[in-house]
């Protein structure tokens, strides 16, 4: 049995990127600012004015959330009829009740002070923003105890890799 992945952070980008109509929502809901002259989403711009208003983060997740999870529900199918695995990455699974969608959930998580590392080095972000991501998710010890496995990630990124191949192998023991 395969498995396919779908990374909902990298679909996300993707719609900013590339979608002319959640790019003509976003337009209408924030404004030219959050746009580059040569038209594409400011994606630095937005995530200064989503993370200073829960309001207007909510209005993001509104135009984003629904498409990111018909296209995951699609693939899902897909692998599915294939009688193929999908690993779904959702950062706000629990926040969106997505949870309801997956037969098992798999929580990867490290210490605070790692997470803000990495969101900062990773993904370049500033630090204030970083911790406004993090205050957007849910407790960490509340999607532990929700999720089914739990893979603890402080250590090296490879580490990671080798936790993930043996819960698959394990999976795939139990479960087919």
């Not at 992945?5 to 809901?29: H, I, K, M, N």
């Not at 200064?48 to 829960?54: D, K, P, R, W, Y």
């Not at 929580?107 to 204030?128: E, F, H, N, W």
């Not at 532990?144 to 698959?168: C, F, H, P, R, T």
Request: glycine share 8%; charged share 25%.
């Amino acid at each position: 049995m395969d498995a396919g992945l779908f990374d909902s952070d990298q679909c996300a980008r993707d719609l900013l990127d590339d979608d002319v109509a959640v790019q003509g929502l976003v337009r209408r809901t924030f404004g030219d600012g959050v746009f580059t002259p040569q038209g594409g989403v400011d994606r630095a711009a937005l995530r200064e004015i989503v993370f200073a208003s829960a309001e207007k983060r909510l209005a993001l997740e509104r135009i984003l959330h629904p498409v990111i999870r018909a296209r995951w529900l699609a693939l899902a199918g897909k692998e599915k009829a294939a009688g193929n695995w999908l690993a779904v990455d959702i950062p706000l699974l629990f926040e969106t009740g997505a949870e309801q969608f997956f037969d098992h959930v798999i929580v990867v998580a490290c210490g605070a002070s790692t997470q803000m590392r990495r969101l900062a080095d990773i993904r370049k972000l500033k630090p204030g923003i970083a911790e406004k991501i993090i205050a957007a998710q849910i407790d960490l010890n509340v999607k532990i105890s929700k999720a089914n496995y739990l893979i603890w990630n402080e250590g090296a990124m490879s580490a990671l890799g080798d936790q993930a191949v043996l819960l698959a192998n394990l999976l795939k023991q139990l479960h087919g």
